[in-house]
T-cell receptor, first 116, second 115 residues
Framework: GAVVSQHPSRVICKSGTSVKIECRSL??????MFWYRQFPKQSLMLMAT?????????EQGVEKDKFLINHASLTLSTLTVTSAHPEDSSFYIC????????????FGPGTRLTVL | AQKVTQAQTEISVVEKEDVTLDCVYE???????LFWYKQPPSGELVFLIR??????QNEISGRYSWNFQKSTSSFNFTITASQVVDSAVYFC????????????FGKGTRLSVIA
C-alpha cells in the first residue's frame, strides 16, 4: 500500500523554540494532507487541512499563527509549531490523500513532541 | 455533522476470549465510509477495514469480523480468540465518500488482553 512518512518520529525541545514536522507521501502525489493532534489517552482531533499550493484551512480553536502549515509540493507538507510550550506536547499525525484515489487517506506514523 | 461514539473506554479480556468493540455513528450523508484502526503503543495507526455504506454485508478477516447494521447506525468489531498482541487502542472512524473531508474519529476503546 501507499506509504506516508513523518520526520522526526520523536522530538524533545525547550519551551519557546520552534519545531518543524515533515509529512511526505513516498510513492504517490497527494493533493490534500490532513494534520491531526492526539493528546495522551485521547482521540485524534483534526487541526488543519492542507491543499497543495494554497493556504491551509484550520479547525476552530487552532491558532494558525502558532501552527504554520506549508504544502509546497504534491509530496510534502510541513507543520511548524512556533514558540512551543509544554501544552503543545502531543502526538502529531498526518494523513495524505492521493491525487489518483481521492476517497482514500493514508496515515503517517506520527511525531511525538515533548516540550520541556 | 458527523459523530462517532465508542461507548467502551476500556475493555479487559483473558486471552482466547472473544471480544466485541462497539461503534455507533451519526451522519446526514446517504453515502459514507466507515473505518476501524488499531493503534498499538508505538502510536502508528494500523488500518483494519474500510466499509462503504452501500455494502451491508458482514466481513470476516481471520480472527477479525465486522458487523455493519445501517438500521442502527452501528459498525461493531469482533476479535475472536483474542491474543496478547491484540492489546491496543481501537478507533472507529467515519468519512464522506468524496475524500474531501478528513476522518472523524471516535474516542477509542483501549483493549487489554491478559495472558
Amino acid at each position: 500500500g501507499a506509504v506516508v512518512s513523518q520526520h522526526p518520529s520523536r522530538v524533545i525541545c525547550k519551551s519557546g523554540t520552534s519545531v518543524k514536522i515533515e509529512c511526505r507521501s513516498l510513492d504517490f502525489q497527494a493533493t490534500t494532507m490532513f494534520w491531526y493532534r492526539q493528546f495522551p489517552k485521547q482521540s485524534l482531533m483534526l487541526m488543519a487541512t492542507s491543499n497543495e499550493g494554497s493556504k491551509a484551512t484550520y479547525e476552530q480553536g487552532v491558532e494558525k499563527d502558532k501552527f504554520l502549515i506549508n504544502h509546497a509540493s504534491l509530496t510534502l507538507s510541513t507543520l511548524t509549531v512556533t514558540s512551543a510550550h509544554p501544552e503543545d506536547s502531543s502526538f502529531y499525525i498526518c494523513s495524505a490523500r492521493p491525487r489518483r484515489d481521492t476517497d482514500t487517506q493514508y496515515f503517517g506514523p506520527g511525531t511525538r513532541l515533548t516540550v520541556l | 455533522a458527523q459523530k462517532v461514539t465508542q461507548a467502551q473506554t476500556e475493555i479487559s479480556v483473558v486471552e482466547k476470549e472473544d471480544v466485541t468493540l462497539d461503534c455507533v455513528y451519526e451522519t446526514r450523508d446517504t453515502t459514507y465510509y466507515l473505518f476501524w484502526y488499531k493503534q498499538p503503543p508505538s502510536g502508528e495507526l494500523v488500518f483494519l477495514i474500510r466499509r462503504n455504506s452501500f455494502d451491508e454485508q458482514n466481513e470476516i478477516s481471520g480472527r477479525y469480523s465486522w458487523n455493519f447494521q445501517k438500521s442502527t447506525s452501528s459498525f461493531n468489531f469482533t476479535i475472536t480468540a483474542s491474543q496478547v498482541v491484540d492489546s491496543a487502542v481501537y478507533f472507529c472512524a467515519l468519512s464522506d465518500i468524496s475524500g474531501n473531508t478528513p476522518l472523524v474519529f471516535g474516542k477509542g476503546t483501549r483493549l487489554s488482553v491478559i495472558a
